[in-house]
Structures are given as structure tokens and as C-alpha cells.
């Protein structure tokens, strides 16, 4: 974390702010942000979520260089959490969907298919 006068100069300097903990986040995202989107959202973040976050960011970080398959994004999630019990784990704290809503809050943009808008819609 940055302290107090890190931030002052880093202001004064119009260099953006960057978090410790989230050194692969996109420009532009901030803890802030996702706080707002979750609260959108009805979710409380925790500490299992800003994991959730980190993962994304660098899963993405590591794939710069072709379009993120949310097939593989899929499995990639389901591996690291085994631990925890995997995609049943992260449906459970990311009740949107563990892609869909983990790229909100982490400030990515969900792959193609992601995001069904006319799935189950009425308008």
C-alpha cells in the first residue's frame, strides 16, 4: 500500500496511482471502483473476493496477446480454487457468475459468451 506522501507525489505528478496488491490491474482500475460495482451489486467483498480479483487480472495479464477463451478462463478459475471447492465456491460468492462478474469487478472486459443479455430476458 502507498503511503500518504507516495500518493501526494504521485497526484502532484499526474502519475496514476497504482495498488501493491493489484499490480495487474487494467488503467484506470482502482479498489475503489470495484467497491462501487459490488455495492451496485449487492455483495459485501471480502477477502475471498479481492483473491477472485487478483486472479483475473492476472489471468488476463498473462494473455495479452489473444483473445481470453472463457472456455479455458473456466478451467483456469476451477484450478486455482480447488482448494476451496472450485466453481461451486465461486458461484457462491459471485452469484452474477464467476466470469461475468469477476471481470466487472476487476475491471476486465468479460470474454464472448460471458454475458448472455437475452438469456431468460422478458424485454
Given amino acids: ?21 493489484f499490480p495487474l490491474a487494467p488503467e484506470g482500475w482502482n479498489r475503489n471502483a470495484a467497491i462501487r460495482i ?30 481470453v477463451n472463457m472456455r479455458e478462463l473456466h478451467d483456469a478459475l476451477e484450478e486455482r480454487f480447488h482448494q476451496q471447492g472450485g466453481l461451486k465456491y465461486l458461484y457462491q460468492i459471485l452469484p452474477g457468475g464467476p466470469i461475468a462478474q469477476g471481470c466487472r469487478l476487476a475491471g476486465l472486459e468479460a470474454p464472448a459468451g460471458a454475458v448472455d443479455r437475452s438469456f431468460g430476458s422478458t424485454a
Fill in 38 to 67: 459490488a455495492q451496485q451489486e449487492k455483495l459485501t467483498l471480502t477477502d475471498s473476493h479481492w483473491k477472485v480479483i487478483q486472479a483475473m487480472q492476472e489471468y488476463f495479464a498473462r494473455h495479452l496477446d489473444r483473445p
Fill in 1 to 21: 500500500m502507498a503511503t500518504l506522501l507516495e500518493a501526494v507525489i504521485q497526484a502532484q505528478s499526474g502519475a496514476p496511482m497504482t495498488d501493491a496488491d
